[in-house]
């Protein structure tokens, strides 16, 4: 899939960012335009892969900014993306159209101008192009606090709303104790990273092997397209060198390629690992059986690639989401040391973690709405004099 990137606030510029490195350092042929847009200039030059002249601030001829950021406010940064959108039309007319099949609208949903600003920039798109829209939104940490867990629960509504489609990430299910604030952003954008390349990445040539049973753009728009809510199901395992330079050497001298030994002890592993994916942790986690439908990807050494093994895992993802919307195929990378397995899982129903973020959204709203109402009384009771003799100035 050829996609146009666009990373919007602090955490959906820096992942933006991260996508387009990775796929440099992977080899793959992914982005063919990547922007981050940003109501803070000063998050904009912590970019360091993505054109200097694709970084755009919004929001700096309004008082309320000034180009200093949202605030963790996300009607302003609503409001901020509003405003300025003559300005992003006009910049979005340098997305080469031709050459995309989708954007991709990346934003934190935790704080102001990704959560806020991010679904309307997918108002934007939808409305001046055909392509279609899909979103990839971080959930914050339960630690970041209540105010973060309403714009989260908030913002879900708003990017499923406006977007084809919008992926999850919890940053709460990869969180590790041991990461410091910074460790633990670098190592979850990494993993993001990995996720969203290597799917969406699949069945564009980049001068690699040809795939056998090709998985290109329409798959991934056919999987997506039912809307909602998805999670990335993701496994890797590293492929035995001797077993390489041997299967190598076969594929070359025989006609036949692989003995059926070899051809089994393949189809296992294959099977084998899109199982472990499944069953491991998702990008969000979420209950597999709620999938509408599902899209599976196996990259890696071509000798590694059994095609019986991708059927048998086809058959059982089919049997865990009771439908057989499941489509699957294979990205042939010659010069990988891993065998990987990424599953795409379109459409979840039951998604605790989301469940949950909206009680706690709930609760915040209501304490901040019972602080608000209570405030004045407070202030009023603070700078008068008991017997209210004392006038003001």
């Known amino acids: 899939m050829k996609l146009a990137v666009i990373g919007f606030g602090n955490a959906g510029g820096k992942i933006a960012d991260r996508i387009v490195e990775y796929e440099g350092e992977t080899g793959r042929s992914l982005c063919r335009f990547s922007a981050v847009v940003n109501t803070a200039s000063v998050d904009l030059e912590k970019i360091t892969h993505i054109p200097r002249q694709n970084r755009v601030l919004i929001g700096q001829t309004d008082e309320r900014s000034k180009g200093h950021g949202a605030g963790a406010d996300p009607e302003l940064g609503s409001e901020l993306t509003r405003q300025d959108r003559p300005e992003l039309a006009r910049f979005l007319d340098s997305v080469p159209l031709h050459d995309i099949d989708a954007f991709l609208v990346i934003g934190g949903l935790g704080g102001g101008t990704g959560s806020g600003g991010g679904p309307v920039l997918a108002e934007i798109l939808a409305d001046r192009y055909d392509e279609p829209v899909y979103g990839l939104g971080i959930l914050p940490s339960r630690d970041e606090g209540g105010r973060a867990s309403l714009n989260a629960a908030r913002s879900v509504q708003s990017y499923t709303e406006e977007t084809d489609g919008l992926i999850v990430f919890d940053n709460n299910a990869w969180k590790d104790g041991g ?209 209210d003799r004392l006038d003001p100035i």
């Open 179 to 387: 990461d410091t604030i910074e460790d633990g952003y670098e190592r979850t954008n990494y993993e993001i990273a990995k996720r969203v390349v290597t799917l969406l990445g699949a069945g564009e040539y980049d001068g690699t092997t040809v795939s056998e049973n090709a998985m290109d753009s329409s798959d991934i728009n056919r999987t997506l397209a039912v809307g909602g809510v998805s999670s990335i199901a993701f496994a890797e395992t590293d492929v035995d060198q001797s077993t390489r330079r041997q299967q190598g050497l076969l594929s070359r001298v025989r006609s036949g390629g692989s003995s059926d030994g070899d051809d089994v002890d393949a189809a296992t592993k294959v099977h084998s690992l899109v199982r472990r994916a499944v069953q491991s942790r998702l990008t969000c986690p979420a209950q597999v059986h709620s999938t509408e439908r599902a899209l599976v990807v196996v990259s890696g050494p071509p000798t590694e690639l059994a095609q019986k093994g991708l059927v048998r895992a086809r058959q059982w993802l089919e049997g865990e989401i009771g439908s057989v919307e499941v489509l699957a195929g294979d990205d042939p990378r010659p010069g990988s040391d891993v065998l990987s397995a990424t599953v795409l899982l379109s459409n979840v129903t039951d998604v605790p973690r989301i469940d949950r973020l909206q009680e706690q959204a709930v609760d915040a709203q209501s304490n901040i709405e019972q602080q608000a109402a209570g405030r004045q009384d407070e202030i009023s009771e603070l700078i008068t004099d008991d017997e």
